[in-house]
């Protein structure tokens, strides 16, 4: 086959395979789309629930309220599964999509070297030919010219493919990341997925076990409230005769000390580490607490931190760049996890009450907005939220009065989040 067939035969290649990969295209294009309508109804959807979750866990604390509050989670967290679900088939998609990409790509770029194989054959060939060798097989002086003129054209047709050549390489090089950016995505999805289904489950189990417990009547669940608070006070009464034996005898397991000149109010400095949430509990001594009265829920201390609900099973993030220094289960705060923030004068941030261990191990880098586990009511609680402490003065111990279990100190050291916080 000649060249010029050759380069015929490439453009009718070309044209096929990228105009049935364009009709492919157009499919996938219309399911992403329409996928995209639906998760914005389900996120719709979500913020609502969200909002109904907020209501109820503003008013009265009775069996009613906390029942459709728990109900009102269940429902939330349905719809974040269904639209966890349609963002990964949308994802699925997209990958389909990249591989095609990818593939035809290869192809083309298979294609490209081969056609400028068969042109550096003909240049080669020609250069090693004498002028006479030529002449000889020209009929006439302008057949000649017409080779000489179809040669160069030849030359700027490969320099024209090597520059195609590598902007194809490089647009497949782009498609490959972003393969592995949809991957990754996708991968994380799976997790929020189960970690979802697993909230699902918790809920349900808690509204059952309430019912159970109450037998749906409103004296008993008063009874319990009041018999939670009496529980939590005794624990933090012992908890702070605990600490000062070991600040007294300094026995540690990880101590961190924050920068000597500590910021000043600076809004911003951290964010959020929850959507869609609702302050259910601010720092110090708040209307809960009952500072200095030894039957308060705290043994008569202020509030460490600030307390916030977005649902149970909501993802929780990180509030600056860090390391994971520590984490745990007790029974005063059930799942937690303490991050370091270098960057940020050395603060320390802590999450409790989390519906599982953190996934991360203790050494791990985290950055600003990554997950570090979900929501959830562990520990001595009334219901579903994260407990968020930002400390300038941070250890650990382990109690002997829990079996061992791993805690870190109460308010001595602590600082109020809603100082720095956006």
Request: aromatic letters at 10%; a neutral charge.
């Amino acid at each position: 086959m000649s060249i010029k067939y050759k380069i015929l035969a490439g453009c009718f290649f070309a044209f096929f395979v990228f105009g049935n990969h364009l009709a492919s295209a157009q499919t996938e294009q219309e399911k992403i789309d329409q996928l995209k309508i639906q998760i914005q109804q389900l996120e719709e959807q979500a913020e609502q629930y969200r909002g109904t979750i907020a209501q109820t866990q503003a008013q009265a604390n009775t069996l009613k309220t906390q029942i459709q509050n728990l109900q009102n989670q269940i429902n939330a967290i349905n719809t974040e599964i269904k639209l966890t679900g349609k963002k990964i088939d949308k994802t699925q998609i997209e990958i389909v999509g990249v591989q095609g990409n990818i593939s035809d790509t290869q192809k083309k770029i298979d294609y490209q070297k081969s056609t400028i194989g068969q042109l550096l054959l003909y240049l080669a060939k020609r250069d090693n030919e004498t002028l006479v060798g030529i002449l000889m097989k020209s009929a006439n002086l302008s057949d000649y010219f017409n080779q000489e003129q179809y040669a160069m054209t030849v030359n700027s047709s490969l320099l024209s493919l090597v520059d195609d050549l590598k902007q194809t390489q490089e647009d497949l090089t782009n498609q490959k990341n972003d393969l592995e950016n949809k991957k990754s995505n996708l991968q994380t999805l799976h997790q929020q997925e189960s970690a979802q289904k697993t909230s699902l489950s918790g809920v349900q189990a808690d509204k059952n076990q309430l019912l159970t417990v109450t037998k749906g009547q409103e004296a008993q669940y008063q009874k319990i409230l009041i018999s939670i608070e009496q529980q939590e006070s005794d624990f933090f009464n012992q908890l702070r005769e605990l600490e000062t034996h070991i600040i007294q005898g300094g026995l540690y397991i990880v101590h961190i000390n924050a920068s000597s000149n500590l910021p000043k109010k600076e809004k911003g400095l951290f964010a959020w580490p929850e959507s869609g949430y609702r302050i259910t509990q601010s720092y110090g001594c708040t209307t809960y607490a009952r500072c200095g009265r030894s039957r308060g829920p705290y043994g008569g201390a202020p509030h460490n931190g600030i307390d916030i609900a977005a649902g149970y099973g909501q993802s929780i993030k990180a509030v600056a760049d860090g390391e994971i220094i520590a984490n745990g289960k007790n029974d005063g705060w059930g799942n937690w996890v303490a991050i370091r923030h270098p960057d940020k004068y050395n603060l320390v941030s802590v999450y409790a009450h989390m519906s599982a261990l953190s996934f991360l191990q203790v050494g791990t880098q985290v950055t600003a907005g990554q997950t570090i586990g979900y929501e959830g009511n562990t520990g001595k609680v009334t219901g579903s939220h994260l407990h968020l402490s930002l400390y300038s003065d941070f250890f650990t111990y382990v109690s002997d009065k829990s079996g061992g279990q791993l805690y870190f100190n109460y308010f001595e050291g602590t600082v109020n989040p809603l100082n720095y916080l956006l």
